[in-house]
């Protein structure tokens, strides 16, 4: 990520892969600036790596770069897993069934019962929220908007993974079902050509049977080599990058590349 | 209706039949008020009849009551009727493919062609959102209010007549149907009981093969006895009282009597 | 204005000078399409004077173009006007004191009395509202959105000439003041440079003392060389123009050009 | 509190007098419930003591009384505190930066620029948040709507304790200053009468100077006799009583009485 900034920016960034993949890590996943300057880590609320640098005015280069070992397995999945009763529920669980600032549960809670209370519950019922949020939104980075919430997103019917996320996890809320924002990288290793250009990616986690799922309602498919950065109740708590004053993010680019076993040595 | 107000407040009231129904009164339908003041009758930029009146501070009633005849047929259908090409629209009904206060057709444009995009144009496609309106809204009185608009009925799920009617009309012009917004009585005749409390009722009426027709999306059935007040936008063109100062409305009450043919000499 | 289109397309086209500025054109301002399409006039429920045509797939240019005199005066002020009591509005002015698509006046209501409720009522309540908006507001092309109303942009403090001018009569219509939105030309001429690129521009007329008066809270100063097109409650009612498929703008240009007297023959 | 509840419904219940307030307590903070249940207590990542129960169908009374010993001390007030720069803040801090469900710092940041920045930086930035906040916003119990934003109170200019609450939130995260939502009770002790019906009742604090303060921009003024019960990010994440299910609240009550030192052996 390449920034022009107009003066000295504080600076907060969640752009290291998540610790629960550390074990797979074959090479340090650092954080690197351009200049170089010091770099504070911390740990989020939500047990997440954070970042804070204080950014000097000008031209400011922050990058990372790792390799990591991946099963090369899709997505975990058990369409027999059960949706735990609100009282079975661990209570550190409970916050991710509560309204967000881009899920308003609060509000789509009538709704959400409507059109999916007839679904069977536990998996069935999630993935019936995955393909109404999947064929409802349409994608384009041209919907891209900052403030757009769940409410949004079900009225505009357009948008980008984000968006799908948010939606998919309002509804899941509103239906008892513990739902959290996930961003990381996905691989395209598997996918049909064309691959459009990298970014990062959002996926939500649903909590069934005693387990977080992962559940993918932009691309309603598993998929191989997702790598997890960030946690939270929604975007708001996983900004990659979050400034304190005024800046352009002159460049950008996300990258994958697939590594047989070995090679990189 | 009986109001308290804290000083003299001028107030426009909507609450005459609606001259398309003129022919139909076997009595004068006069506004009354109690004390009596000076009425001054204007025709808005629809063609509703409309009063003004300067009310007094204190107590204050309006009253105005008609013996009608009605044909007693219920409303018209015609499934056959078909959807007019934009460019085939008379000018004057262009303006009720607009969006309007309560009907944020800029908005719900994409949800409005996923939804219904495939059903066949026409009285079935119209016919197909008020199914939809009907069964996705819950009726409820405590859901009843001011500022709720087409948009918000379709995220809280909740609403009175209005705002079934409005969230329909907002699908409707986004499929470039034409579609307006109706107030007035609908008696009770043939209905199972109980009957509720009366009421002032709202609908849409929507332009296909030529001209206009009704449909009822809260009670999505043809009905008996419906009588026409005022047509507009929304509901922010036919308020059947607008009151410019603070009001309390402390006693409302409507009524329809059916009387057979003869019976009222 | 040039369109690349998918499809036939039908359009509604308000680009015309105001008939009220009718007797000032020195040559006819006639609509010109290239291809030539058929045009067809016919007068809104505002009395503004639009063009529908159905134009072909490809590109479609529109353009107008007209030599008007001009007085060379500045917008007329009064700041003696005083503010009629809703009683003695007349009844066509009613409209302008409800709400509309942009302009929530049942939201707004108590903002606008906490705010405003202590000026003076009529000319200098009105200079009040626009002075705050023109201040509150900060201007961005980049800050243009379709679907912005007046509480937005109250709330996001951004916007176009659009925006401010209906943040201006939302409040103004709160305040029991009759505003409507207008559309047109602003001549550059008498302004300091740089002269940024022309546009159409959007301002206000409210109604005091009798008549109706401009304010244009976007400049929020009085200016020469204005040149109405079209009136209506907000944008909703005056789109310059209305596609009902799917559409690209590729240019667009907007000129004005003053001549002196005599020089155009 | 006296539900009634059509079904057995699991709660979760912040009821208790906040950790920080333990060393007060002269008689133990423990939690009833007729008829009697198992309760389950948790400690919520903001780290509020919870409480689980399973309630069963029928009328549901949930109480909880004690004696607290209070200083009889005004709120601390120190109009010297700084306000510390992003890059100073201690990392635990900065998630009340962020936007949360009901406190849209994304939407409103302009506006808060706009507004205070102007204001020396500090103590007294906050305390124009509070006069801001306090003056713009009419109380009123019939105003309450539990989806009710900071930026549908900045609208509206109306709302309950909490509304204020949110807005006064997002104001000053806009500005940069940490700023958490509190619940609990406030004590009339040493306010004029008449008073009020007591209920619970909500304020914030900011981070100025190395630590929290209380301001309370409902009442803007100090108070006696404050006990926390729950902090949080916004109301959604200390709800006093969460039901999942349909439930009603039958009867509410919530009282605090001064005990002269010794008076309660």
Same mark, same amino acid.
């Given at each position: 990520m390449t920034y022009k900034l107009a003066a000295r920016t504080p600076m907060i960034l969640m752009l290291q892969v998540h610790d629960s993949r550390a074990r797979d890590l074959e090479t340090p996943n650092l954080l690197a600036t351009d200049p170089i300057v010091p770099i504070e880590s911390f740990r989020d609320c939500f047990g997440n790596s954070c970042c804070r640098v204080m950014a000097p005015a000008g031209k400011f280069v922050v990058s990372t770069d790792s390799i990591l070992r991946d099963s090369g397995q899709p997505?975990?999945?058990?369409?027999?897993?059960?949706?735990? #009763?609100?009282?079975?529920?661990? !209570?550190? *669980?409970?916050?991710?069934?509560?309204?967000?600032?881009?899920?308003?549960?609060?509000?789509?809670?009538?709704?959400?019962?409507?059109?999916?209370?007839?679904?069977?519950?536990?998996?069935?019922? *999630?993935? #019936?929220?995955?393909?109404?949020? /999947?064929? /409802? *939104? !349409?994608?384009?980075?041209?919907? !891209?908007?900052?403030?757009?919430?769940a409410v949004d997103t079900l009225n505009e019917a357009v948008g980008v993974c984000r968006d799908y996320t948010h939606l998919a996890i309002a509804l899941c809320r509103c239906l008892n079902i513990p739902a959290r924002y996930c961003t990381g990288y996905i691989s395209?290793?598997?996918?049909?050509?064309? /691959?459009?250009?990298?970014?990062?990616? #959002?996926?939500?986690?649903?909590?069934?049977?005693?387990?977080?799922?992962?559940?993918?309602?932009?691309?309603?498919?598993?998929?191989?080599?997702?790598?997890?950065?960030?946690?939270?109740?929604? #975007?708001?708590?996983?900004a990659f990058a979050l400034s304190f004053g005024q800046h352009e993010l002159a460049e950008f680019r996300v990258w994958i590349d697939p590594i047989e076993a070995g090679d990189h040595r």
């Amino acid at each position: 990520m390449t920034y022009k900034l107009a003066a000295r920016t504080p600076m907060i960034l969640m752009l290291q892969v998540h610790d629960s993949r550390a074990r797979d890590l074959e090479t340090p996943n650092l954080l690197a600036t351009d200049p170089i300057v010091p770099i504070e880590s911390f740990r989020d609320c939500f047990g997440n790596s954070c970042c804070r640098v204080m950014a000097p005015a000008g031209k400011f280069v922050v990058s990372t770069d790792s390799i990591l070992r991946d099963s090369g397995q899709p997505d975990p999945k058990d369409v027999t897993a059960r949706q735990l #009763a609100v009282e079975k529920l661990p !209570s550190d *669980v409970l916050t991710f069934l509560l309204p967000s600032r881009y899920c308003e549960t609060d509000i789509l809670s009538a709704y959400a019962w409507k059109c999916f209370g007839n679904e069977e519950p536990g998996w069935s019922r *999630v993935q #019936a929220v995955c393909d109404f949020v /999947h064929k /409802h *939104v !349409s994608f384009g980075y041209a919907y !891209s908007r900052a403030t757009r919430t769940a409410v949004d997103t079900l009225n505009e019917a357009v948008g980008v993974c984000r968006d799908y996320t948010h939606l998919a996890i309002a509804l899941c809320r509103c239906l008892n079902i513990p739902a959290r924002y996930c961003t990381g990288y996905i691989s395209d290793v598997g996918q049909p050509p064309p /691959h459009p250009e990298m970014d990062f990616s #959002a996926w939500m986690e649903v909590y069934l049977g005693g387990q977080w799922w992962v559940f993918d309602p932009r691309n309603n498919d598993v998929r191989v080599g997702r790598v997890l950065m960030g946690r939270g109740r929604d #975007a708001a708590d996983v900004a990659f990058a979050l400034s304190f004053g005024q800046h352009e993010l002159a460049e950008f680019r996300v990258w994958i590349d697939p590594i047989e076993a070995g090679d990189h040595r």
